[in-house]
C-alpha cells in the first residue's frame, strides 16, 4: 500500500531511531508466526516484509524524515523484525536491535492509519517482548514523542538517571545525505 509522504507524516507515531547492530538472523530457531488476533498476526520472517510500505511510512515519518532507502534496508537486515499482517498485507512494523544477551533496543514502531485502534500497537509490543530469544536481558530501551501510555503497559518508564545516560544524535544525517546525492547527480 503506497500513500504520499504528507499522509505518512501526518499518520505516524511511536517509537523513535534506530540504530545498526551485527546481528541479523538472529532468530532462525525462534517461531516466525508469533501470535494472532482478530485476522491479524505478527510474523518474523524477513521475506514477508514489505520493504516499500516500511521505508513511505519513515521517509515521511517525524523520526527518520528522508531516510534514505538503502539505509532502511540495511536497518532492515542487521535486525529482529516485526511485521504486523491482515491476509497477505502488511499493516504495521517494529524492530529490535540488541546482542540478544544483555540489551534490546525497540525502533521504528508503527501501524498504518486505517489499521490503528485495533490494539495492533499492543500486539506487536506483546509479540517482542514475549519473543524467545529476547528474554533474559537486563536492559531494553526506546525512544518516543507521544507514545508513552503504550510503552509504559509493557514496564517502560522514563529514564531514572539520565544524567548517566549518554548519545549522539545526528539530526540532519538524513539531509545531508540527500544533499550529497543531488550534488552528485549535477
Not at 5 to 15: D, E, V
Not at 99 to 104: K, R, V
Not at 132 to 142: A, H, I, M, S, V
Amino acid at each position: 500500500m503506497a500513500f504520499s509522504r504528507q499522509q505518512s507524516a501526518i499518520s505516524c507515531q511511536s517509537s523513535a531511531t534506530f540504530l545498526m547492530s551485527a546481528k541479523s538472523l538472529q532468530s532462525e530457531r525462534a517461531p516466525n508466526k508469533l501470535r494472532g488476533r482478530r485476522g491479524f498476526v505478527v510474523s518474523t520472517d524477513k521475506r514477508r516484509l514489505d520493504r516499500e510500505l516500511i521505508y513511505e511510512f519513515l521517509n515521511g515519518c517525524y523520526w527518520a524524515k528522508g531516510i534514505p532507502r538503502k539505509t532502511v534496508d540495511r536497518s532492515i537486515e542487521n535486525s529482529l523484525c516485526f511485521g504486523v499482517y491482515r491476509g497477505g498485507k502488511q499493516v504495521g512494523f517494529a524492530h529490535v536491535i540488541s546482542d540478544f544477551a544483555t540489551y534490546a533496543y525497540i525502533g521504528d514502531v508503527f501501524i498504518i492509519e486505517p489499521f490503528r485502534g485495533y490494539g495492533l500497537g499492543k500486539l506487536v509490543m506483546r509479540s517482542i517482548m514475549e519473543h524467545p530469544d529476547l528474554q533474559g536481558l537486563r536492559r531494553w530501551g526506546l525512544v518516543t514523542r507521544d507514545a508513552h501510555g503504550l510503552y509504559a503497559q509493557f514496564g517502560f518508564q522514563p529514564v531514572k538517571s539520565p544524567e548517566r545516560h549518554m548519545e549522539i544524535h545526528d539530526g540532519a544525517v538524513y539531509k545531508r545525505a540527500a544533499q550529497r546525492k543531488l550534488k552528485a547527480e549535477s
